[in-house]
Every structure is written in structure tokens, then in C-alpha cells.
């Protein structure tokens, strides 16, 4: 049972959304489901409006350390990296997606993000692009988990209340 949770509160805190299948595949109740994928959700925006600066800084530091001692694994690496992201000179930075979000901060606001993160947009990129634009403050992410329960109170009663159990 305790891995069973566990697995709904990591599911919840990085991708909200697909949460509430897992839930219903677990046999968790409604109630369960609200309070499991609500801790998920808030649980993942602390995590990554607190920590994802010192993750970042922890990968360099381990990068720069290590890896610069062997010249022919860094190479490997780069070959690896390069079948999945093309080299800064052949790739077209991605403008469109870049004003997208700044669209989105300038016409919805904190509210429009803060609604979009848990069902558009990821828990950890929504944090980060609330955190980017408007600082990281108590009430920033008071709205951010307030719209993650909002929206796992509405999603699970939906889910709950008009599907049929066999």
C-alpha cells in the first residue's frame, strides 16, 4: 500500500494529469484520490520553486568534477546528447514557444498560469515559469497549490462520479 502511494505522489508532482488514471487503476476512493493527488501536486511545486537551482548547480558541479578528466567519455556523452538535441550552430531557437509564454504572463497573469500548470502545462515548468516571472513568494505558491486542489477536487469528482464501476 505504502508503494502504491508513493508512486500516486510522484506521478502527481511531475506530471499532474496522469495521476487520476493511475488512482483509479490502484482502486484509491475519491476522497483518497483528492488528498493524494492534491499532496503530489503541492509536494512537486515546493520541490521545484525551492530546489531546481541547486539540481541544476549539483549536475554542473558533477559535470565539471568528473568528467573533464576523461576526455573520451565526454566525447561519447556528446555524441549520445547530439542524437537528441541538434548543436547550438544547426538548431532554430525556439522563439514561437518562448512567446507563448510570455503571451500567456502578459495576458493571463499568475491566475492563468497558476490554471494552466496542473492540466496544460507540467507541475515542474509551470513552477518554473511562475517563479521566473513573478518571484518566488509565499503567495505565488499559495496560488499555485490552490489551483492544484481546485483541480483535483473537479478532475476526481468527475472521474468518480460518472464513470461505472464493474
Not at 490502484?26 to 511545486?45: D, K, N, R, V, Y
Not at 514561437?96 to 491566475?111: E, P, S, W
Amino acid at each position: 500500500m505504502i508503494a502504491k502511494i508513493i508512486s500516486l505522489l510522484l506521478v502527481s508532482g511531475i506530471k499532474f494529469i496522469f495521476a487520476f488514471p493511475i488512482a483509479i487503476k490502484l482502486h484509491f476512493t475519491c476522497i483518497q484520490t483528492i488528498i493524494l493527488t492534491s499532496t503530489g501536486g503541492i509536494a512537486g511545486i515546493i520541490f521545484f520553486s525551492f530546489f531546481w537551482e541547486h539540481v541544476i548547480t549539483l549536475y554542473f558541479w558533477l559535470i565539471h568534477k568528473y568528467l573533464h578528466k576523461y576526455p573520451k567519455i565526454r566525447a561519447r556523452l556528446r555524441e549520445i546528447k547530439y542524437w537528441f538535441v541538434k548543436p547550438k550552430d544547426k538548431r532554430n531557437i525556439p522563439f514561437r514557444r518562448k512567446r507563448r509564454y510570455v503571451f500567456l504572463k502578459q495576458n493571463a497573469g499568475i491566475l492563468g498560469i497558476a490554471l494552466l500548470t496542473p492540466i496544460l502545462l507540467s507541475i515542474p515548468l509551470g513552477t518554473f515559469l511562475a517563479v521566473r516571472f513573478y518571484g518566488r513568494s509565499v503567495k505565488i505558491i499559495l496560488i499555485l497549490s490552490s489551483t492544484v486542489v481546485f483541480w483535483s477536487t473537479i478532475i476526481s469528482c468527475l472521474i468518480y462520479f460518472t464513470t461505472f464501476r464493474y
